[in-house]
């Protein structure tokens, strides 16, 4: 199954894909999850410490690798490259192992995907396609907001749009413009997750607007989660509520495949 996470800035998206990933892995499934924001650090979310082990460089940054498999130095615009580089290793070369699932930071998606064309452009979107087309496991991708880069060829292979909204307006206008936009792109299940609710009340606002069915979790504002953002820890060790919440949206996941 192959799962995108998405909404707008700061709604909790990394949060979700890594309490999701860690429960995946939990219950034994092949998980590889993918961090596709620059400034993401799905890393530590699912508990790995850079301190400790090292920053884990983005695909994006192995210029040798870019220039052996496109042909070209990366950064060089309008020359000859290969558009279709062999990618089928990466993930075997470059992941790293945590906590029962393999993590790989790609770099920045958003402009590959929207046709700037440069070697390392032509790298990450073929990286993007052999993960979406390819692998035989649950893959869960980590994007900024902006579905819209999506390529059509790449989206249909989506199973999954997971669409992270809070309660406010704006949040539920992009979440709604994001949702509009995956159907046109015939991406096949596409769900709501509400994050950061702090009551019943909002609570009934927020399915009055989205629909009770569109809504596949929902997750209460959650302190601890702050807190474990804080000191760089998972909130999936350290939130037993938002664990417990992860195994409800597992669930929700498995009976929509
Ligand atoms: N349920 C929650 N309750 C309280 N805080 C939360 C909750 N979910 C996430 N947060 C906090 O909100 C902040 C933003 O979360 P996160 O980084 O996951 O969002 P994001 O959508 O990935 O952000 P960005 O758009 O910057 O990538 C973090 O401090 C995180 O700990
Ligand atoms: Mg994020």
Not at 97 to 119: D, N, Q, S
Not at 134 to 156: C, K, N, P
Not at 178 to 202: D, M, P, T
Not at 226 to 239: F, I, M, Q, R, V
């Amino acid at each position: 199954m192959k799962i995108a996470i998405t909404g707008k800035g700061g709604v909790g998206k990394t949060t979700i894909c890594a309490l999701l990933a860690r429960e995946l892995a939990g219950q034994g499934k092949r998980v590889l999850a993918i961090d596709a924001d620059p400034n993401g650090n799905l890393a530590g979310a699912i508990g790995y410490d850079e301190d400790a082990s090292g920053r884990i460089k983005p695909l994006i940054e192995e210029k040798d690798l870019v220039e052996e498999r496109t042909g070209a130095k990366p950064g060089s615009m309008g020359g000859y490259f290969v558009l279709n580089p062999k990618v089928d290793d990466l993930v075997e070369r470059f992941s790293v192992e945590i906590k029962g699932l393999r993590l790989m930071v790609t770099g920045e998606l958003k402009e590959a995907l929207g046709g700037c064309y440069c070697p390392e452009n032509a790298l990450l979107r073929s990286f993007l396609r052999h993960l979406m087309v390819d692998r035989d496991e649950w893959v869960i991708l980590d994007m900024e907001a902006g579905f819209e880069h999506l390529t059509r060829g790449t989206a249909e292979s989506v199973g999954m749009l997971l669409v992270v909204v809070e309660p406010g307006l704006r949040a539920m206008k992009t979440a709604e413009k994001i949702a509009s936009l995956a159907r046109q792109l015939h991406i096949r299940k596409v769900g709501y997750i509400v994050n950061k609710v702090h009551s019943e009340g909002q609570e009934k606002r927020v399915v009055e607007k989205l629909g009770r069915d569109a809504i596949w979790a929902t997750i209460p504002f959650d302190f601890q989660a702050l807190e474990a953002d804080l000191s760089g820890s998972s909130p999936y060790d350290e939130c037993q509520e938002m664990r417990k919440t992860s195994r409800d949206l597992v669930k929700r996941l498995m009976c929509e495949c």
